[in-house]
């Protein structure tokens, strides 16, 4: 018994009782699907990336991480699935799950977004001083000041700054690091000063 590439249901015959689809036209179906779903997935991901840049959070390396292996693992399950459509195997369970994924990245992005906007918390000033700085290219691109941190616990933070901040400010300096509390309690970056 194997089951319909599009529907899901079970069928007997090479024609789907269900959605009157053959194998043939069930496959293609399913590979257009995964193509366009994909596309939302991976847009999904730059909007992810870019409200983390307008909402730097204190912890933005850790999320970013984090969303990597989000993406890299939901990529894996999608060309799983489209190797198994391809030798007619079954990918219903694994099917479910990859476009569960789907939707994931925009509603980080959304929660990262309505973090900073709805924010509403006293911004907090604090004294810090740059230890060194970082830059990586690629995507995403991403600018780095390692500074002394003021949380009980910790040694330094990753502050992620414009490439104007990080060209003026250098190791050594002290500088004044504004930071909110952030209205879903994730907290992030207004901005560095000269202290
Ligand atoms: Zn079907």
């Not at 909402?55 to 399950?77: N, T, Y």
């Not at 230890?131 to 990586?136: L, Q, R």
């Not at 690629?138 to 990080?166: C, F, H, K, M």
């Amino acid at each position: 018994m194997t089951r319909c590439l599009d529907c899901g249901s079970e069928r007997a015959s090479d024609q789907c009782a269900f959605c009157g689809l053959t194998s043939v036209a069930a496959e293609l179906v399913l590979r257009r699907r995964l193509v366009r779903r994909t596309a939302v997935f991976l847009v999904g991901i730059i909007v992810f990336v870019a409200a983390g840049q307008v909402f730097p959070a204190l912890e933005l390396d850790s999320i970013l991480i984090f969303a990597g292996l989000v993406f890299f693992i939901s990529l894996a399950l999608g060309y799983w699935i489209d190797f198994r459509a391809r030798k007619h195997g079954e990918v219903e369970a694994v099917k479910r799950i990859y476009f569960g994924m789907i939707p994931v990245p925009w509603i980080f992005a959304g929660l990262v977004f309505l973090n900073g906007k709805l924010d509403t918390s006293r911004p907090i000033r604090v004294p810090a001083t740059v230890v060194s700085k970082f830059a990586t290219g690629g995507l995403p691109r991403s600018r780095r000041l390692v500074v002394t941190s003021w949380r009980y616990g910790r040694r330094i933070e990753r502050i992620a700054v414009d490439q104007n901040d990080y060209d003026r400010f250098h190791q050594g300096d002290d500088i004044i690091v504004q930071a909110q509390k952030g209205a879903l309690g994730v907290p992030w970056v207004y901005g560095v000063f000269r202290e």
